[in-house]
């Protein structure tokens, strides 16, 4: 397998423009976790979907951010618009068939806002 | 709101020596993960502890967990350089929270 798959790896952007990151679970794994690193805060948990649908998004920053997962092995995590505070890795995670699982990410993105 | 603490935050060692790396937590859980992560990299996950008195040992390291005193350590026996990364404790309730991670530095 593959293993979870991210795309762009790197995006630098200037603030107010639309971001979209992209992730491709690892096949036949039910849950999908969207996570933030940064210096500051470390890794915090965003949203994570069950069986495509969002469970908790309570980690969502705020309304510039967005998250979809249209099927089983493709999910967005959009910001719009963004801003530089928004510079961060951002990484995929999934899991097989609990949130309790092993996680397995993906390599990440690498934001910056400019 | 659960904590999950990290000591130390920084770690410089020589190889060959011996260290531990503690993670405690602030609410009671079952499971543990450890996980390492190469600069500029992703994650890895290393060990899953799933109750208490779990250990687990592969290579150099090993991790055991006390969720009595909401304690996980990691051992590092003889370090190399190889095992320089930074290491994080993940505590498991309705979701995984990341400690705030242990940068591992090993020189000759």
């Known amino acids: 397998d593959a293993g979870v798959i991210q795309s762009p790896r790197h995006e630098v952007t200037e603030m107010g423009q639309e971001v979209t990151l992209r992730c491709k679970p690892i096949?036949?794994?039910?849950?999908l976790f969207w996570y933030r690193q940064t210096m500051m805060r470390g890794l915090e948990l965003l949203i994570y979907?069950?069986?495509?649908?969002?469970?908790?998004d309570s980690g969502m920053p705020e309304d510039r951010f967005s998250a979809k997962m249209p099927n089983a092995s493709f999910s967005t995590l959009k910001i719009q618009p963004s801003e530089p505070r928004d510079s961060a890795v951002y990484f995929c995670?999934?899991?097989?068939?609990?949130?309790?699982?092993?996680?397995?990410f993906g390599p990440g993105t690498r934001l910056l806002v400019l | 709101e659960l904590k999950v603490e990290q000591n130390p935050l920084f770690l410089s060692m020589q190889e060959g020596k011996n260290y531990t790396i503690y993670c405690n937590y602030s609410?009671?859980?079952?499971?543990l993960y450890w996980y390492r992560q190469d600069p500029g990299k992703s994650l890895e996950s290393l060990f899953v502890?799933?109750?208490?008195?779990a250990v687990k040992q592969e290579g150099r390291l090993m991790a055991s967990l006390d969720t009595k005193a909401r304690l996980s350590t990691l051992h590092i026996t003889a370090a190399v350089h190889d095992l320089s990364a930074t290491y994080f404790c993940?505590?498991?309730?309705?979701?995984?929270?990341f400690g705030t991670g242990t940068r591992l530095q090993v020189f000759p």
């Open positions: 609410t009671t859980s079952d499971r």
């Open positions: 979907f069950n069986n495509n649908v969002p469970i908790d």
């Open positions: 502890l799933l109750s208490n008195g």
């Open positions: 995670a999934s899991s097989l068939t609990s949130r309790r699982e092993t996680q397995y």
């Open positions: 993940a505590v498991v309730t309705d979701k995984l929270i």
């Open positions: 096949s036949g794994h039910d849950y």
